[in-house]
């Protein structure tokens, strides 16, 4: 396969992640221990709550001593925007970019890209949103370009690309959805692609390794998890129908550099036992690989 690279798997040229929404038992720092511990080398940090409120009046302070951190131990990370509640205690996600009143999202946004340069983060990962009742797909995709234009030049400006994730039953379900939302913007430079490698299972027609292929270069973050076919789901890997070793070999073959974290963001009653099995589910996967290389 690739030049040897640290990140968990020999001649990798991409890192092991692993998200830290899936483990919001953990204090930040003893969860990067425990990663550590396990191999990973990098972190897809989900801003919030518990372990880093954006708007909190110390977010700066924390964010530089995290980077702190990382640099110790040679790790990357990628913003995470996903958090549930953070802006509405009453409904998940919400607002999104195609609300009406979308400005708290936006401030939400503008946040996670200040804070993904002081973190010397290689992306802000984000998406659209469901569709709001009684807004038209029309009219909700003009809300979105017009919003994420602006978001686009802050990133630009901050050095902090974003990576536009495409999600199950949101407005930008799949890659060919946030391909066409990048050409409508003008293809900029800032804006590339988060693909989540179990949605891949539910929505995308050509799999995971056309999903991948067609992001090809403007691939900037990749979530491993698993899923079956009938519902949006994250599950362990092997516990779904994804083809690990194939996503794996895709992302060999596009030469990818950055992050593949692991996203699980319901398994933090066992975080420290998930985040193993996932890291020897990679392993196996990999070994297979280079073993039919071979």
């Not at 690279?5 to 990067?32: C, E, K, Q, V």
């Not at 569709?131 to 234009?149: F, I, K, N, Y």
């Not at 949605?199 to 991948?212: I, R, S």
């Amino acid at each position: 396969m690739s030049t040897d690279l640290p990140g968990g798997l020999p001649d990798a040229r991409f890192t092991l992640g692993y998200g830290t929404n899936g483990f919001t038992d953990h204090p930040l720092d003893d969860a990067i221990t425990v990663l550590d511990a396990l191999g990973y080398r990098g972190l897809a940090l989900t801003l919030g709550h518990p372990h880093l409120d954006p708007f909190a009046s110390d977010a700066d302070r924390t964010a530089a001593r995290v980077r702190r951190r990382l640099d110790d131990l040679g790790w990357r990370v990628v913003i995470e925007t996903g958090t549930r509640y953070l802006l509405d205690p009453f409904r998940k996600h919400r607002p999104n970019l195609l609300d009406d009143d979308a400005s708290l999202r936006e401030a939400f946004l503008r946040r996670a890209i200040d804070l993904g340069a002081i973190l010397g983060a290689d992306c802000v990962s984000l998406w659209s949103g469901v569709l709001p009742e009684g807004v038209e797909p029309g009219r909700a995709h003009d809300r979105l370009r017009v919003r994420l234009d602006g978001l686009v030049d802050q990133a630009a400006d901050a050095g902090v690309p974003l990576a536009f994730e495409p999600e199950p039953g949101m407005l930008v379900e799949t890659v060919a959805d946030a391909l066409a939302l990048r050409t409508d913007l003008g293809d900029p430079d800032a804006l590339g692609l988060t693909v989540d490698l179990g949605h891949c299972v539910v929505v995308e027609p050509e799999g995971v390794v056309g999903a991948l292929r067609a992001a090809g270069a403007l691939l900037r973050n990749v979530q491993v998890d698993d899923m079956l076919p009938v519902a949006h789901e994250h599950l362990e890997l092997g516990r779904g129908t994804l083809d690990l070793t194939a996503a794996l070999r895709t992302l060999d073959e596009l030469d990818y550099r950055g992050l593949a974290a692991v996203e699980l963001p319901r398994h933090a009653h066992d975080a420290p036992g998930v985040a193993a099995r996932s890291m020897t589910a990679l392993e196996n996967a990999w070994r297979h690989d280079a073993a039919h290389v071979d």
